[in-house]
């Protein structure tokens, strides 16, 4: 029998990651854990192997160090059994933008942009010309909502879904299936790091039912999957108005409002 496809996932460690590693390993797929905490990635190694019996890999990288980095992009180009790409280490930063460093802030587009879009930039090409492969970009539905107050975050997580729109767009015709994933509150440690309580907050979602919900959306081949969203169709209409406006968008001149009376 063939073996399945290899699935690398970043930020395996703990949370939404951890989930999508145990759930590969289930379906029989050799897994790449990423992340920086050995310790916490070892033990769940081990219980995936004891459980599934399939190959677990453990590389230990901080995906804000351009060395460790560049490791990784080696070995998305390089292995051809690694079929999936996971996109999903992320954090989130406390406060609010003037209370945000500046190196804080870099550090946080570091991670939640330049290292994702590296990874996928390093597979890309190769599930190209393979005519297929999968890349899961994990979002949020803050990338949706600046009311929700996390500013610099939401803008890193619109720039994930606008990304994995448009490598849909140019990768989905070559046989390159591209998700993005809009989590809304999730209980995970990064509540911690954004420095709130999150069992003072109401509504959060378990890890596993978002990451079993996500892999619907995965096994259907959906381009944008919002777990919490109750009706299809309001993303659906959503996006219809966006596309209203493309043809607009190209003009000779400014419309009438910008134009100065003589
Ligand atoms: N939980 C939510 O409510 C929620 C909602 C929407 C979207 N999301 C998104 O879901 C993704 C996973 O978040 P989560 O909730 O599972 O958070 P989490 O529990 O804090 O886990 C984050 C993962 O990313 C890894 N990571 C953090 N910094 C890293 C670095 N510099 N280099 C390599 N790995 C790093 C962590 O591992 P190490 O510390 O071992 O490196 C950990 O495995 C993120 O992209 C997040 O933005 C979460």
Redo the contacts with the bound molecule.
């Keep these: 029998m063939q073996q399945k496809p290899a699935v690398l996932i ?9 989930v999508y590693a145990d759930r590969f390993a289930r379906r029989g797929h050799p897994i790449v854990m ?4 050995t310790e ?2 070892q033990t769940l190694a081990a219980r995936l192997r004891a459980e599934t019996g399939v190959e677990i890999e453990i590389l230990k ?4 160090d351009p060395a ?1 980095v560049a490791k990784i992009e080696t070995r998305l180009r390089d292995d051809p059994n690694l079929g999936v790409l996971v996109n ?5 930063l406390p406060g609010t933008f003037i209370e945000q460093s500046s190196d804080d802030v870099t550090r946080l587009i570091g ?2 942009v330049t ?1 994702l879009t590296r990874l996928a930039s390093a597979v890309a090409p190769r599930f190209g010309r393979a005519g297929q492969g999968a890349i899961v970009n ?5 990338g949706l909502a600046p009311e929700l107050g996390m500013t610099v ?1 939401g803008a890193t ?1 619109a720039f994930v879904l606008f990304l994995s729109q448009g490598l849909h767009l140019e990768l989905g015709p070559k046989g390159v299936y591209v998700q993005a994933v ?10 911690q ?1 954004a420095g709130r309580d999150v069992n003072k907050i109401e509504g ?1 979602m378990e ?1 596993d039912e978002l990451v079993d919900a996500a892999l619907v959306g995965f096994d259907n081949r959906e381009t944008v999957t919002i777990p919490t969203l109750p009706e299809l169709e309001q993303w659906q209409q959503y996006d219809a108005a966006r596309l209203v406006m493309l043809p607009n968008f190209r003009q000779e001149h400014a419309a009438t409002r910008y134009r100065r009376k003589m």
């Excluded at 970043?10 to 951890?18: C, E």
């Excluded at 999903?88 to 989130?92: F, K, L, R």
């Design positions: 970043t930020g395996a460690s703990t949370g939404i990651g951890a990423v992340a920086r905490d916490r990635m990288a901080d995906l804000n460790d999903n280490a992320g954090t989130a991670l939640n290292a994990v979002a949020s539905v803050v975050y997580k809009l989590p809304s509150g999730t209980r995970t440690e990064i509540w790091h959060m890890v």
